[in-house]
């Protein structure tokens, strides 16, 4: 691209040439645009779905109609999990005692795979117990042996003691997943029994739990635990008291009483105890409507009639009365003038506010002093009343107050714009 010269001095070239790169074109160098449509089913044969797509925008003459886009359907690992999935239909077998697992049978839903197959898995202890004592088979167990770490399994070996040999197995192997118990087997652990009476004397009572697991050789072989008594009733040593209800409020001293008399316990007891408190309101009653704010004295009323039930000695009504609208700010006075400043070791400038409107606790007149200086020595700022404002020009309306006292800094108050 050439440029020639538009603005500069004699040491600027009269033209100077740009370059740049070209800008790289676009896949679609024919401008033919697709829409997309749906994938359409996986193909089991190929393991591949189609979509369609149609054309959106572009040269029909140059454009294909349609174009067909393949891809790979996504498959689970076969390593790890197939893709055939199967529904019950059957419920879960009896327990066979020879092998300890039950069977179910499952239809396939999804995939191409064995259309029934049979799961297994092993007996349950509540159910595997039942077989076995149904066939009267019963074993000895043997000490669990230490987790292997390969598998996470624990294993222990059962003999036949007790059963019919044809029946039942002469020995079988259980295993199962690790637990803390297998991984720390130094770890003591007890059960519990029931809990002991409760000791009067100290109304505490106690439990002995025996060594369930753990090393008898670094384990105690019972640990005693205590605890409150949660009931109090049969322990003699306890004061027992009956509360009685609350007495009716005594009018001189405003208070309610109640007693509570001992029914157990030792002679240590105090036979009776005595509460007293303040009594609730008496009179109550049911509250008016405000009346509307009286003008002149900013004050509201309302009229609250006495409840049913209340003592004899209550009022029958109530007046109340409360403030309303601004009355204590409706003093408004003139703007006034300031005075010039006095003669004083300090001069002071004065202004005197005639009252324009406003209440009866409004003062007639208010007189404002202010000193002609301020505390750092310098010139005080002191203003003449406000003008209004002018006419719109250019978007802005002003208005302007005079300085009576002060140089430039005090002008930059003296002036107000706003918006027309």
């Known amino acids: 691209m050439l440029m020639t010269l538009k603005t500069g001095g004699s040491q600027c070239p009269q033209t100077k040439t740009r370059e740049k790169d070209c800008k790289r074109q676009k896949k679609s160098s024919k401008g033919c645009?697709?829409?997309?449509?749906?994938?359409?089913?996986?193909?089991?044969?190929?393991?591949?779905?189609?979509?369609v797509k149609t054309l959106k925008r572009g040269d029909p003459n140059t454009c294909k109609p349609t174009m067909t886009v393949e891809k790979i359907c996504k498959r689970k690992h076969q390593g790890?999990?197939?893709?055939?999935?199967?529904?019950?239909?059957?419920?879960?077998?009896?327990?066979?005692?020879k092998t300890g697992l039950k069977s179910r049978e499952m239809v396939l839903k999804k995939g191409r795979c064995q259309p029934r197959i049979n799961e297994t898995r092993p007996c349950g202890n509540k159910k595997k117990k039942k077989e076995e004592n149904q066939n009267g088979c019963k074993y000895?167990?043997?000490?669990?042996?230490?987790?292997?770490?390969?598998?996470?399994?624990?294993?222990r070996t059962l003999t036949?003691?007790?059963?019919?040999?044809?029946?039942?197995?002469?020995t079988k192997v259980q295993t199962k997943k690790c637990k803390d118990r297998h991984l720390r087997p130094h770890l003591c652990k007890y059960r519990r029994t029931s809990w002991g009476e409760c000791d009067v004397t100290t109304n505490m009572r106690q439990m002995v739990k025996t060594l369930k697991r753990g090393d008898p050789a670094k384990c105690e072989p019972t640990q005693t635990i205590e605890k409150k008594c949660k009931s109090k009733k049969n322990n003699v040593n306890v004061c027992q008291y009956k509360m009685e209800p609350w007495s009716g409020c005594?009018?001189?001293?405003?208070?309610?009483?109640?007693?509570?008399?001992?029914?157990?316990?030792?002679?240590?007891?105090?036979?009776?105890?005595?509460?007293?408190r303040n009594c609730k309101k008496q009179c109550r009653f049911e509250s008016g409507e405000w009346s509307a704010c009286d003008k002149e004295t900013y004050q509201t009323t309302r009229v609250d009639r006495l409840r049913p039930g209340s003592l004899a000695t209550c009022p029958?009504?109530?007046?109340?009365?409360?403030?309303?609208?601004?009355?204590?700010?409706?003093?408004?006075?003139?703007?006034?003038?300031?005075?010039?400043?006095?003669t004083t070791e300090n001069p002071m400038r004065t202004r005197t506010q005639i009252l324009i409107s406003g209440g009866s606790n409004c003062k007639q007149e208010k007189i404002t002093k202010k000193s002609c200086k301020k505390k750092n020595g310098q010139v005080r700022c002191f203003y003449g009343p406000w003008g209004e404002f002018d006419a719109c020009k250019n978007g802005v309306q002003k208005k302007?107050?005079?300085?009576?006292?002060?140089?430039?800094?005090?002008e930059l108050k003296s002036v107000k714009m706003k918006a027309c």
């Open 33 to 51: 645009v697709y829409k997309k449509g749906r994938w359409g089913e996986c193909d089991q044969t190929t393991n591949v779905k189609v979509m």
């Open 80 to 97: 790890l999990k197939s893709n055939c999935k199967y529904i019950k239909a059957s419920k879960w077998g009896k327990c066979d005692p």
């Open 140 to 155: 000895d167990k043997s000490a669990w042996r230490p987790c292997e770490a390969a598998s996470n399994t624990v294993s």
């Open 160 to 170: 036949l003691i007790e059963g019919d040999p044809s029946v039942c197995n002469a």
């Open 250 to 276: 005594d009018l001189t001293t405003n208070t309610i009483t109640r007693r509570q008399v001992l029914t157990s316990g030792p002679a240590t007891c105090t036979p009776v105890k005595q509460y007293s």
């Open 316 to 342: 029958s009504a109530r007046v109340l009365s409360k403030k309303c609208g601004k009355g204590e700010k409706k003093c408004v006075y003139g703007t006034g003038t300031w005075s010039e400043c006095d």
């Open 400 to 410: 302007i107050r005079h300085v009576i006292q002060g140089g430039l800094e005090c």
